[in-house]
Structure formats: C-alpha cells, structure tokens
C-alpha cells in the first residue's frame, strides 16, 4: 500500500518535479548551513540602526509596561470580587 503511493507520487510527472525541487532546495539550505553561509532567521538582522528618537525596544518596553498595569488591576478587581462573593466558586490566581 506504502509502495504504491510512492510510486504514484514518483510516476507522476508534476508531483515528481516539485519533490525533486522541494529536496533541491532544503539540501541546499542544508549545506550553506554546515558551511555556515546561511543564517535564516536566527542570524543578525542585516536592517539598518533606527535614526528616530523612540526606537523598536521602548515601544515594546512602553507596551508591556501598558499591559503589566492592565493585568495588575484586573487582579485587584479579581481580588475584590472574591472576597464579596460568597458563593462556592473558589477563584484562585497564579503567579508567573
């Protein structure tokens, strides 16, 4: 059954052609990478430096402090909310 659909796969004239591509392709990145000529993307960013003011870090830096602030309140109410509720809902809040 296995053999068959290989060799449907490899009879098939366009299926076949894109296999050999898609295996041409990932050998390549595979060698430039053992030469150490291919990066992708965990390599440097080869963009440039930001010239403005407010770089890329400080917006997410301002962001995150925007939803830490956020987050901080809804547990203040969560807090709140469990203390006035006696009913037999048992909220409890994790720390990461």
């Known amino acids: ?9 490899l009879t098939n004239k ?18 430039l990478r053992y030469l150490d000529l291919y990066e992708g993307y965990s390599g440097q960013s080869i963009a440039p430096e930001q010239t403005s003011d407010k770089s890329l ?13 956020k987050l901080s309140d809804l547990d203040k109410k969560m807090d709140a909310m469990k203390k006035e509720d006696t009913s037999d809902v048992i909220i409890e809040k994790e720390e990461i």
Request: hydrophobic share 50%; proline share 0%; aromatic share 8%.
């Open 57 to 69: 870090l400080d917006k997410i830096d301002k962001m995150t402090k925007n939803t830490n602030d």
């Open 14 to 31: 366009k299926i076949r052609n894109l296999l050999i591509i898609v295996i041409f392709a990932f050998s390549l990145v595979g060698s």
């Open 1 to 9: 059954m296995l053999t068959d659909k290989i060799t449907f796969l």
